[in-house]
């Protein structure tokens, strides 16, 4: 069965500092990957998503995610962290059948919440 | 645009009552989801649809039902609620793969 991990329950960083968000995913085929983020009291809102092509994939509001194979990563990273980031960030697995399409079925890890300090 | 909406935002059941949570999107997505969120469990896959008339079972699919008889409404059933089913509801809706719209979400508690 597919599983997502990530490592890092809480993250604190200063305003302005850069962030790399850790996201390990555990399956034999193809994977499809998203990130969303999940401010308080709110749904998940996708930030981004790699499905084939060109490893490293740029999002919204700045971040971007690069997806490597050998280590069955798919880390999210922004250069610079607004106070405004602040919120909880979830990696997702998913797979595409024999047909190339896919049910949507897909694996959440826990989250890491994203604290950012002034 | 409205994208995936959901009602209630808010419920207190007591443990045997019985309700439905809606879900409409207006984005004519195909694939439709509903997701139970946990502290600290991430979001676990109750049931899915693929199309109006198609539904499947996800990781957690007991003590719930659903029906799609449109491409636009996907409610979730509750019977006979149970404590553990206390939990933040999601909804989501995409066109071809993976939740790309949520909703706003249903906060149930099971008394």
């Known amino acids: 069965a597919q599983s997502v991990t990530q490592p890092d329950i809480h993250i604190t960083v200063s305003e302005g500092a850069s962030l790399e968000l850790r996201c390990n995913y555990s399956?034999?085929?193809?994977?499809?990957l998203f990130w969303y983020v999940q401010s308080p009291g709110q749904g998940l809102q996708l930030l981004l998503k790699y499905f084939s092509g060109d490893t490293l994939v740029q999002g919204i509001k700045g971040f971007e995610a690069e997806f490597k194979r050998s280590q069955s990563s798919f880390n999210l990273r922004k250069p610079s962290v607004h106070w405004s980031d602040a919120a909880e960030y979830f990696c997702a697995v998913g797979y595409l059948n024999a047909g190339g399409t896919s049910y949507g079925k897909l694996t959440f890890g826990q989250g890491t919440i994203l604290t950012v300090h002034p | 645009n409205a994208g995936v909406t959901q009602t209630p935002k808010f419920r207190i059941l007591k443990i045997g009552q019985s309700m439905t949570l809606q879900c409409t999107q207006d984005m004519n997505h195909n694939y439709m989801y509903w997701y139970r969120q946990d502290p600290g469990m991430g979001l676990k896959l109750i049931y899915y649809?693929?199309?109006?008339?198609?539904?499947d079972k996800g990781e957690v699919p007991n003590g719930y039902n659903v029906s799609r008889s449109t491409t636009e409404d996907f409610p979730l059933r509750l019977e006979l609620a149970a404590p553990s089913q206390t939990s933040v509801y999601f909804c989501?809706?995409?066109?071809?793969?993976?939740?790309?719209?949520f909703g706003s979400g249903t906060r149930l508690t099971v008394v």
């Open positions: 649809s693929v199309g109006a008339g198609i539904t």
């Open positions: 399956y034999g085929a193809t994977p499809y």
């Open positions: 989501a809706s995409s066109y071809l793969t993976g939740g790309d719209t």
